[in-house]
């Protein structure tokens, strides 16, 4: 990444304005928490009426364990059993949470009311008084859960109107990768690039070097594949946007895996369990962890090299047994904007009924970039209520925005809007909504990072204190997603010490001209590659912009072996080319092949054999060239048409 700070001038204004409601929540959450509330409430009405007026003991208990996951035990004085409900009911919520299943939760509930009421009908010992005991005590947790909700939000009004006084000085910046000198990729960014290179170029089936520990939550297999595409695209745009070759077909190997069975097979249970459904379809309904990120992957290839081949029928085949859902690029956008269309709060589930707030700026992204390429109209049809959702029914009172809400409860997990998420947020939505994301990540870097001390330290809370690609408990997880905001927002002294610290902190391992973090999951190394190619405002142009119109048209080096040549550099003006090359594995002389040439056309080519060496040669009739190299070292050749 360079060294250049944004520029100041860039700061063009002060203040991010911050609106403190009156309220905890939008209107679409408030009526999704009120019908949650009116149906816990007709449920337990109904408990306790049976409870009490029942004088069957078999329907007393059952009554009560509707009321609560094993309170029918309490009735049956069973200790034992009592606290083992409460431990399957837990991790029932956890299964809930962590792949959708939101069958199990009431299947375990339900199974432990009717195992009390058998015991109560077979003669067991009852105790009376826990038809008092129960509802007593479940009331007593709803008024400590109420008044403890108003006083968490009062606390977080008070958070608020102290950010909203400090943003109002805040300075205001527009991090654009223009405003830096194009730079070429240091011998240490080739060895990241190679480490990913390497892992991405195996045959489609294979997955050596990747973390493989499950596929639901956040260590799976195609998050890995989404941030090392995100990685090399990003150099590709920024540092080699007129070199194809393997850095292109790293890219198309990353995105066909995501069709393999290994990679998304996930969804055939999470849509069976968590939506009661046997339709397996990966985009159809919810799934945005798939539909989204895949778009973007797609959208910034397309992007970037100008290759529409993911629009042609079949090109994304999803093969399960004997049923297969073939998809294109088209059809990935427009299941997200269908599904975005279809929810009551715009921004639509990951898993079943969970909606992670920063998964859906993908889907946002993904749209923005379908309408830069293929000219439809999603983000003028969507594009205001996604904004409008986000702002209501996700900015939490104190300014940050919420990392995960229930589509069906309106419920959310307080716990995980934390830092991680902040920065992960801020990162993806600088495209779409840029004064949010920068608002994030001023909150982010006055508030949660610490410069003081001899290492710089991030305020950890839920899934901070863990590397969410292998969940190992270590405080640098959140380190990765901190220097990519950091890189995205222009903020390059913080990005330097982080990257500092985290190589001082985890030593990554050098061999084999690949440089590599073993502490850190593989999908850690691939965000940490992914900040090193991130110019200021680099994501945001990845989606927004692209290369260009010079770049697309221009001359562009399509052959170049891997790895022995790797390219540092590869920029043209639409009509010369200039590569800096640099070789993998010792001496060598290659063979390069560059296209998009004029036919016939005469061309001047410099640095192919040395320093001073000068040749003039003509490019076929499809206008093809290509032409020998010697690699010792550092070595800049330069192509430019003969007048």
Known sequence: MSSTTVNEDRRTDIGYPLSVPDRPNGPAVRALLRRSGIGAGVLAATAILGSTLSRRPGTRALALGALAPGAGYVYTRNPVRFLAALGGSATSLAMWFGTGNIALPPLLWAAAAADARRQAIRGRRTWNGARVAVPGALLGIAVAGTVARRRAFRDAQDRGRTRAQYLLTAPRIDPRPKDIEPGELSPRDLATLRSLLDRALQPLDLFDGFTKIDQFQTSAIRYQLNFMQWAVAMAQLHYTPSFHGYLSAAQRNLIDKLTLPAVWRYWAFEQ??????????????????????????????????????????????????????????????????????????????????????????TGINTLMMSDRL?????????????????????????????????????ITIPMLTSTVADCGLASMLHAFDPELAQRCWTIVRREFVDTN???????????????????????????????????????????????????????????????????????????????????????????????????????????????????????????????????????????????????????????????????????????????????????????????
């Not at 959702?389 to 919420?402: A, K, Q, S």
């Not at 540092?568 to 003006?573: E, I, L, P, Q, V």
Request: with cysteine; hydrophobic share 40%.
């Open 272 to 361: 069976t369990w968590g939506n009661l459904s046997l339709d397996w379809d990966p985009m159809k309904r919810d799934n945005i962890m798939l539909s989204g990120y895949l778009g973007t992957m797609l959208g910034v290839y397309e992007s970037n090299t100008g290759d529409d081949r993911y629009r042609r029928s079949g090109a994304l085949p999803f093969r399960l047994g004997r049923r297969t859902w073939p998809y294109t690029h088209d059809m990935v956008a427009a299941a997200i904007y269908n599904n975005m269309q279809r929810s009551a709060i715009t921004l639509f589930p990951c898993e079943p009924n969970w909606i992670y707030s920063a998964c859906n700026m």
């Open 453 to 643: 001390g001899p290492e710089p330290t991030i305020a950890l809370r839920g899934w901070d204190a863990i590397d969410t690609g292998n969940y190992h408990k270590t405080h640098l997880g959140a380190v990765a997603p901190v220097m990519w905001a950091a890189a995205e927002m222009g903020d390059t002294e913080l990005y330097a010490l982080l990257a500092e610290s985290l190589d001082r902190q985890l030593p990554p391992t050098e061999a084999d001209g690949t440089l590599w973090y073993d502490e850190l999951s593989t999908n850690m190394n691939a965000m940490a590659a992914l900040t090193r190619f991130n110019p200021p405002g680099g994501h945001r142009a990845l989606i927004a912009d692209g290369p260009g119109a010079a770049v697309l048209g221009g001359p562009v080096l399509t052959g170049a072996s891997y790895p022995q040549v790797l390219v540092a550099s590869a920029r043209t003006d639409g009509t010369d080319l200039r590569l800096v090359l640099r070789p993998g594995d010792g001496p060598t002389r290659a063979q390069l092949a560059v296209e998009r040439l004029v036919p016939r056309g005469r061309y001047r080519v410099r640095g192919t054999l040395n320093d001073e060496a000068v040749a003039d040669l003509q490019a076929d009739q499809d206008g093809r060239l290509a032409f020998p190299v010697d690699l010792t070292d550092r070595v800049v050749v330069t192509l430019t048409p003969v007048a």
């Open 374 to 410: 293929h000219g439809t109209r999603f983000v003028e049809s969507i594009g205001d209520a996604f904004r409008r959702r986000l702002h209501e029914e996700f900015i939490t009172p104190d300014g940050r925005v919420t990392a995960i809400r229930s589509a069906r409860l309106g």
